[in-house]
């Protein structure tokens, strides 16, 4: 039985026995409810187990470094979804404690899985968010990395960050305004798009790209951010002819 399929009642007593299961084998120096929960079927499974992870490392120092010497031990795991779930928990430590795992990310960028490497990509939008001093740092490691995946992932990792706080990561998203691989470009382009349409955010994006040097890529980064003005309109803070009439006025 799938963990929505359960009522919301169940749900919450399963997440608790999650939880008390993952505590008992860090305890006891065990993994048997590590293995069991990081590898299950189901996602909202895993991210029970991974969210419970981030909580027990954060209220229980004593047992830190056992965490850490776990998750270090399934990260060798053959099973993806293994690997991909220790990627995650090391997500949810990171948005307050970034270098006890930051290891993790490194290996996960490399992780010849793409779901592992996706891990990555989502642990990286929400440690920013909330922790991007070292994010920030971390990131800016690889964007000239020679593999165009590892640029391209690093450069999706940033969106979130950028959505309220665009001038942080602007500058290293320029790190990529040449970047020839059309997979890192286009990635680059909807992270642009993807940061411009929140209060406050177009007027900085702007007046950035007006520094940036690759023309034909800022031609379509601003495209990019009027049709992003179209498909978010609901979300959007300015309208489709608001932003235009702002770009047009304000870059020439």
Known sequence: MSFYSLPKADREKLVLRIHDALQSDIKAGGSKAFEKYF?????YIRKAAYQNTGKIY????????QI??????????????????????????????????EEFFH???????HS?????????????????KPVLKFSEKYLHHP??????????????????HPEEILPLLQELEFDETARVRNTLVHVLGQIAYKKGCLEKVIAHLK????????????EEI????????????????????????NFS
């Open 39 to 43: 590898s299950d079927e189901d996602t």
């Open 58 to 65: 954060s209220t229980n120092p004593i047992l830190q470094k």
């Open 68 to 101: 850490l010497e776990m998750l270090g031990a399934l990260m060798q795991s053959e099973s993806v979804k293994v690997r991909q779930t220790v990627v995650n928990s090391a997500g949810e430590i990171g948005i307050k404690n970034f270098e006890p795992v």
């Open 107 to 113: 290996r996960g960028l490399t992780d010849a899985h």
């Open 116 to 132: 592992v490497r996706n891990a990555v990509i989502g642990s990286l939008k929400k440690m920013g968010e909330k922790n991007p």
């Open 147 to 164: 593999d165009k995946e590892i640029r391209r992932e690093i450069c999706h990792g940033l969106e979130l960050r950028g959505r309220t």
């Open 211 to 222: 520094l940036w040097k690759n023309s034909e890529l800022v031609k379509d980064a601003l």
């Open 226 to 249: 009027l049709d992003v003005h179209i498909r978010y309109k609901n979300f959007s803070f300015l309208t489709h002819s608001e932003a235009k009439k702002y770009i047009e006025k």
